[in-house]
């Protein structure tokens, strides 16, 4: 019984970590609260401990360690020694923030933190687009805004354009005919391209999965349909952002997390700010649900800085207080 508990247990994590959101039927569990394998694990070794089978208990435990990190994320500050004054010629500060369901969070803390050089905002459906509307944008003199997205700049905006990213087959999903858009800034004399991203939530088929029905639209409540979709998506944008030759950043919503093939892919030329320079888990989501398996904190990393091989990431923090939907990211870069 508790040997097959344990392969039971050992193979869903391995199919997370391998699969990720590539099949519906393990998708739901990559989204489940990370420390619950780990701790499920520690909890079979007890069982296997007080049942004598000590064996496998030990190799409960040693396998718990074992996948705790790549599920958890957990990384370590890396010091920098470099000049990281906002101005210093070269560095380049950036934020990106989901401004989702906020409950009326204000950033500017975090903004006044930071003192980045660029915000990116995804779903921001009500930010005004007025350097002088918000005090904490009145010193970002280049602000640009189409679809969901906003770019605010102290460097001037040279190109905005949205990103197709629905397929032909998905023609009839308005809502998923837009969900990234291409910045161009002059940084410093450089063209850099910034990607703002958010792509689609797989929130309705979750709660399709979990029996919890929120929305009457059948097209986004089907977790059969949607995780292809979601994949269709994911694998343009990739393909379109790998093309390109200038200095690139990406930014946003992913709605992935850093498990399976896709991330894999997503980094294979890119690299993940947070992993490379993070510290902590960096998790950015959920803020606004709580579960007593993370003592009400927020459980997902889904929020991203990428850059390409032309930056080299030195610093990146996740916000730390908010009861908004998804917590802010920001990181300092150089470019090489």
Known sequence: MILCAWIIVVALVGAILISGTRFAWIAPL???PPFVWPLGLVLLAVLSWLAAARGYALGLLLTAVFIAGPLLGWRSHRAVHAPLVPGTPGLLRVLTWNQGQHYTHSLAPFITQMQPDVIAYQEALAVNRQPGAAPELQPYEHIAKVGEFMLASRFPITSTALVPTATPEQASYGRYSAKAARFVIDFQGQSVVIYSLHVISPRFALDHA????????TKLRDDSSFWPRQRAMIELLIARIEAETLPTLVLGDWNMPPLGPYYRQMTRRFQDAHAAVGQGYGFTCPGD?????????PWLRIDYVLCNSRWEPLECYTEEASKAQHRAVAAVLRLR
Not at 210 to 217: R, S
């Open 289 to 297: 649900q709580w579960t007593p398996l993370t003592l009400g904190e």
């Open 30 to 32: 990559v989204f489940a």
């Open 210 to 217: 979990l029996g919890i029905e929120k929305d009457t639209n």
